[in-house]
């Protein structure tokens, strides 16, 4: 199957720092990827989807300022989140979908903790 | 708005033994329906999904599911479950053409599995 990649897995940083996360189509080109955070013992809930081209369409109570979605080319979406507190640590997991078809695949996840 | 259900948190089986975990939405027209499995700090792999026709679809590992759209059910099934099935299972909903975009993912079930 299709390959989606995240980095970094893991991250730490200081709370006002800016951190970005990457997520590759390895084998693939995907003009739709999705970004999902996941708490603790929690569901997966959408923030965004990213198109590639245009700009995000973020999710009700999702801060569009807060995380930045760059979807620069039809392999690579990025999320950054800026000025990160303590209650931005989540597990951020992005999926895509290849163009074309019905299949979605996940990234493995990018575990972000903010000191 | 759609929305899925799974009642069961955490279900504890012994291995070799049946499983079925349970899953219930709600959406207004057709479904498109999936199983995830997550293991701990990793990504989401589809098991398998329902879009339409058959309503026994099989998937990887051994796993099938039955649509059964009188109960509003999608519930997932194993007749005998493996130490490494241990694992979280998500139940999602689709609502797009292709079924997988803006997935309503359920709370998720923990599997556990005793010798």
């Known amino acids: 199957g299709a390959v989606v990649s995240q980095h970094p897995s893991r991250v730490i940083c200081k709370s006002g720092t800016s951190v970005k996360i990457e997520c590759r189509s390895l084998d693939f080109q995907a003009t739709t990827m999705f970004w999902y955070r996941q708490f603790p013992k929690k569901s997966l809930m959408l923030m965004a989807t990213s198109n590639e081209g245009s700009k995000a369409t973020y999710e009700q109570g999702v801060e569009k300022d807060k995380f930045l979605i760059n979807h620069a080319s039809l392999t690579l979406s990025t999320l950054t989140v800026t000025s990160a507190h303590p209650e931005d640590s989540s597990f951020y997991i992005c999926?895509?979908?290849?163009?074309?078809?019905?299949?979605?695949?996940f990234g493995e996840g990018s575990r972000l903790t903010v000191l | 708005a759609q929305s899925v259900t799974q009642p069961d948190i955490h279900i504890t089986v012994s291995e070799g033994a049946s499983l079925e975990l349970r899953c219930n939405y709600s959406y207004g027209a057709t479904p498109y329906l999936f199983w995830y499995v997550q293991s701990p700090g990793q990504g989401l792999q589809l098991l398998l999904k329902y879009f339409s026709g058959d309503t026994l679809v099989q998937g990887i590992k051994g796993f099938e599911a039955e649509f059964k759209r009188s109960q509003s059910s999608f519930n997932l099934r194993k007749p005998s479950v493996h130490w490494s099935d241990a694992a979280e299972y998500f139940c999602a909903v689709g609502a797009s053409g292709f079924g997988n975009e803006k997935l309503t993912f359920g709370t998720g079930t923990r599997l556990t599995i005793i010798p």
């Open positions: 999926s895509a979908r290849p163009t074309g078809t019905g299949e979605l695949f």
